[in-house]
């Protein structure tokens, strides 16, 4: 029997965020000619059936033991997370642990997540710059300010992806363009200064320096969730630096989880962790 792919994120209570990790994993089983089976790691099982089409979510768990008793042993993970969060160096992990205590030998191969350092992705800077230049409405406004924003994590080396990110995005943007970096969440204490600032505090500084001066957010998230989307964080976070700050252009860019080069990164993921697993 082939080994199953797995295509895992985190997970949210937003049903936008399962459909779109199915919208990817349907975009990456085409390209390689193989079932993808998406799955996250928590809280998408939450998610009303009614809101997915009728097909209740799956976590990364419940999963893994149903392939297990169904026969299955051999697995590749294919990781959709930005950098090594402790999901990839603990969670995961345990979770194998587990399973092969209750039901027997396993094995789970975890491709390498979406920029892995410390040679990065330069195909992800690509993306973000293409999103930021996808913004509708600011052709003819001169980009000048972008802040690139990510979840924020209590983990430097989670960190360190986000300051990879925006040194190579600076470069890829040109002197002429002032990038910042900001978090929606970070613990308080200068031990997690290594964070950045919080986003509407990093927004409402640079508006009340200038409030002419366009600013474009660059947003390190792939879909649709309590953060990112329509009715997200960052969305009301944007309402009230507008409101507050009214002559200020501020535009949000399109998520990563939306360009068609994620597929692509994807699939070299899955190349990489089948050439580990021979």
């Known amino acids: 029997m082939p080994s199953r792919l797995l295509l895992v994120d985190n997970g949210s209570r937003r049903a936008d965020s399962t459909r779109n990790l199915r919208r990817i994993a349907a975009q990456l089983a085409a390209q390689l000619g193989e079932p993808v089976l998406p799955v996250s790691l928590l809280h998408a099982d939450r998610v009303p059936a009614a809101a997915l089409d009728g097909q209740a979510a799956e976590i990364l768990a419940v999963a893994l033991r149903r392939l297990v008793q169904a026969g299955e042993r051999e ?13 990839l160096t603990a969670f995961i992990p345990e979770l194998v642990a587990q399973v092969q205590a209750e039901l027997g030998p396993l094995r789970l191969d975890i491709a390498p997540e979406l920029c892995p350092l410390p040679d990065g992705e330069p195909r992800l800077v690509e993306i973000l710059a293409d999103q930021l230049a996808a913004i509708p409405s600011v ?107 009214p002559t200020l252009p501020l535009h949000l860019a399109p998520l990563v989880g939306e360009h068609p080069r994620l597929i692509e990164i994807l699939a070299s993921r899955v190349q990489q962790v089948l050439r580990h697993a021979r």
């Open 139 to 245: 052709a003819t406004q001169p980009l000048e300010r972008v802040v690139l924003v990510d979840h924020g994590s209590p983990i430097p080396e989670v960190t360190a992806v986000r300051r990879w990110l925006a040194r190579q995005l600076a470069t890829r943007l040109g002197p002429t363009v002032q990038l910042y970096e900001a978090v929606m969440e970070r613990r308080a204490g200068a031990e997690y200064d290594f964070n950045g600032p919080l986003l509407e505090a990093l927004l409402t500084q640079l508006a009340s320096e200038d409030a002419q001066t366009p600013i474009r957010v660059a947003l390190l998230f792939l879909s649709a969730g309590r953060h990112a989307g329509p009715v997200g964080d960052l969305a009301q976070i944007g309402a009230r630096i507008r409101a507050q700050f």
């Open 75 to 87: 697995f590749n993970l294919i990781p959709v997370f930005f950098g090594r969060s402790r999901a």
